[in-house]
């Protein structure tokens, strides 16, 4: 099984930071992987796919790089609304697996 | 506008079963493959299984393999979980998720999301 690590597991930071998240996998994925935000009692959402792939209606604060073992989620000007939970997810053999989570809280 | 609404949860008994649905609308069902992924209380999202477009490949977390199945029905627009010999650590809020397949060497990537359906396993 493939394992995706997540780092960091929580960070503080103000509106208008930019703010990195990464993900290892355990072996290459090529760039199957996605990138999610969830909010307290609410559904995941998508917010990049084919690592660096922007979905339809996210701001373009939100961007994504990477290709291989390593990926990055990069949010330029955090903004009150960015504060949340996010998953790197790969999608390049079963069983698919999550990154433990990312809290972004504010400072 | 894509909806997926999950149903079927509640509480049940260590080593007990329980069946989950999902019905889907807003797209064209048999064009997708589809999954299930949890959530447990307080904790990080999980992959559980997944089901290409017409049910001939299924894959499974490590930890339900054995013991849940995965099935579709295209012409009810369905998606299905069953889960066998229920445990304490599956207490979680059950997703249907529209993507998260394998299928003929390649995966597709979960787009979509129902609210979930909480399961709480506990004597």
């Known amino acids: 099984d493939i394992q995706m690590t997540q780092s960091p597991s929580s960070l503080s930071a103000s509106v208008g930071d930019r703010v990195t998240i990464t993900c290892r996998a355990s072996q290459g994925i090529r760039n199957d992987l996605g990138w999610y935000q969830q909010k307290p009692g609410k559904a995941p959402k998508r917010l990049i796919y084919?690592?660096?792939s922007l979905q339809s209606g996210v701001p373009s604060r939100f961007s994504g790089s990477g290709s291989g073992t390593e990926f990055t989620l990069t949010i330029s000007s955090l903004q009150p609304e960015d504060f949340a939970t996010y998953y790197c997810l790969q999608h390049n053999s079963y069983p698919q697996t999550f990154g433990q989570g990312t809290k972004v809280e504010i400072k | 506008e894509v909806q997926l609404v999950e149903s079927g949860g509640g509480v049940v008994r260590p080593g007990g079963s329980l069946r989950l649905s999902c019905a889907a609308s807003?797209?064209?069902?048999?064009?997708?493959?589809m999954s299930w992924v949890r959530q447990a209380p307080g904790k990080g999202l999980e992959w559980v299984s997944g089901i290409n477009w017409n049910g001939g490949s299924t894959g499974y977390a490590d930890s339900v393999k054995g013991r849940f199945t995965i099935s579709r029905d295209n012409a009810k627009n369905s998606l299905y979980l069953q889960m066998n010999s229920l445990r304490a650590e599956d207490t979680a809020l059950y997703h249907c998720a529209r993507g998260g397949d394998c299928s003929g060497g390649s995966c597709s990537q979960v787009d979509y999301w129902g609210q979930g359906t909480l399961v709480t396993v506990s004597s």
């Open positions: 084919a690592a660096s």
């Open positions: 807003g797209f064209t069902f048999d064009d997708y493959g």
